[in-house]
């Protein structure tokens, strides 16, 4: 099945490739219905003469027979859409092929047979139909939006998956750059050799990498453990533990070789731990507190993604608020605090990026602080502390 | 253990990841306060590009 499909490809392929003079070239009148020059979107090239970033809106206009302003402004539409646009465009760069050229990025990354890479292109644009399905179905701004984990870790195993197994000496960089310079046997001897032709190291060899996952997968596991027995445990200290393991196996791999793919993994754990630190739960969705009682007034309120509305104005016992704080710390949210005129507030608000509004006085920008103290009357005090990282921050009456 | 030459970038990259989890670590668990983490961090970069620039020069001697 997949292999009648290759050859009608192969044939298009040179025929497209004299046609990069004339940017809107009519395909050559087709006479009567050939299932074998079907064409799917896994035909799709990006266009090399009609781009802005990529050529993926160019090509895809061309695919499609119409004029490309019609489809950016359809990916830029999409793109507001919960991104969307952003991740149907990474998908078709990566996936379909330079004009003329044989092989899409993945393709040649895969180094594969045509009839193989035809299969991957298939594969990669359902991948991407179903990220785009997710991202619309959680879209909206920030409300109820979290990563596709699940999703990018299946990214993640299919494009281990997909390497390629035998190692053809295609890592230039590697070779030629050690080529010419004598080696060392020993760590600390230096032991000159004679310029015998070295065997390519063996970077194919997966077995490191599917070692180290072994290993985090068990440490990620006996993590888990520890927390359902000792408690304590949260989201950033699995990443952590990855990332050390995945440091471990680097090492291992500096003497074993055959490591480095290991890196990408290392350089997204990173960055995810530096994500970290700028939310405080992995926690998503919408908060409403709406306290009846001073006592039902938690000292403090976390959020890592989404919007967070604390009420206090159906407490009924406002002076028994007298005198306590009230923290708030978000991720990416929207706060809003609604604050009952019968009491004196002071707050502490800090955002990293985005908009402070308290009773009306604004600040916005970067790192921006805002301080407000009511002046001090006999009404109870209450201070609010809010930290956020990304987002608006709103203290009003009501 | 030494079936091939060390891989200096393998090397430089578990020692910046290494250095990343322990600095993170120090943070979240131990008493790194931000002053700590300031000087850490840039220490863990110099000290990875140090072994990568050495380990190349030797390698070249």
Request: hydrophobic share 45%; proline share 6%; aromatic share 6%.
């Amino acid at each position: 099945m997949s292999g009648a499909s290759p050859i009608a490809f192969a044939s298009a392929a040179p025929q497209s490739c004299g046609m990069t003079e004339t940017v809107h070239e009519q395909p050559p009148p087709q006479t009567g219905f050939d299932p074998q020059r079907l064409r799917t979107v896994t035909h799709m090239e990006r266009s090399r003469d009609d781009r802005m970033i990529a050529g993926v809106c160019g090509g895809l206009a061309r695919y499609l027979n119409v004029d490309p302003v019609v489809v950016r402004v359809i990916t830029a539409a999409l793109t507001v859409v919960g991104g969307v646009g952003l991740v149907l465009y990474v998908a078709a760069w990566l996936l379909a092929p330079d004009q003329g050229a044989a092989h899409s990025i993945v393709g040649a990354h895969t180094r594969r047979a045509d009839g193989d890479e035809r299969r991957i292109r298939t594969v990669g644009f359902a991948i991407a139909g179903v990220l785009a399905i997710v991202a619309v179905a959680s879209s909206g701004p920030w409300t109820g939006w979290s990563f596709p984990w699940p999703l990018a870790v299946i990214a993640v195993l299919l494009w281990l998956f997909l390497r390629p197994r035998d190692s053809t000496p295609v890592d230039t960089s590697a070779t030629t750059a050690a080529a010419d310079t004598p080696e060392l046997t020993g760590t600390t001897e230096t032991t000159r050799e004679p310029a015998a032709p070295r065997p390519p190291r063996p970077r194919g060899d997966g077995s490191l990498t599917w070692l180290t996952i072994g290993f985090a997968l068990i440490a990620a596991g006996a993590l888990w453990l520890v927390d359902r027995a000792a408690g304590g445990v949260e989201w950033p200290d699995y990443v952590a533990l990855e990332l050390a393991v995945v440091g471990l196996g680097l090492l291992l791999g500096t003497w074993r070789g055959a490591g480095r793919r290991l890196i990408p993994i290392g350089g997204v754990l990173a960055l995810v731990l530096l994500g970290s630190t700028q939310l405080p739960t992995l926690s998503a969705g919408e908060v409403r507190a709406t306290p009846l009682s001073a006592a039902d007034v938690s000292p403090r309120y976390e959020l890592g993604v989404g919007s967070l509305l604390l009420d206090l104005t159906a407490i009924d016992d406002l002076a028994a608020l007298d005198g306590r704080t009230i923290s708030i710390e978000a991720g990416m949210a929207e706060i809003q605090v609604l604050v009952p005129d019968e009491i004196d507030v002071t707050v502490d608000a800090h955002v990293d990026l985005g908009d402070l509004n308290v009773f009306d006085r604004e600040v916005a920008g970067w790192d921006s602080n805002l301080n407000w103290r009511d002046d001090d009357t006999d009404q109870p005090d209450l201070t609010l502390v809010i930290d956020h990282s990304l987002g608006e921050v709103k203290v009003m009456h009501p | 253990m030494n079936r091939h030459p060390a891989d200096i970038v393998a090397l430089v990259f578990a020692l910046v990841f290494l250095g990343c989890a322990a600095t993170w670590a120090g943070w979240e668990h131990g008493d790194l306060d931000v002053d700590a983490i300031t000087w850490a961090i840039p220490l863990v970069l110099i000290v990875s590009g140090l072994v990568g620039v050495t380990m190349t020069l030797r390698r070249r001697a």
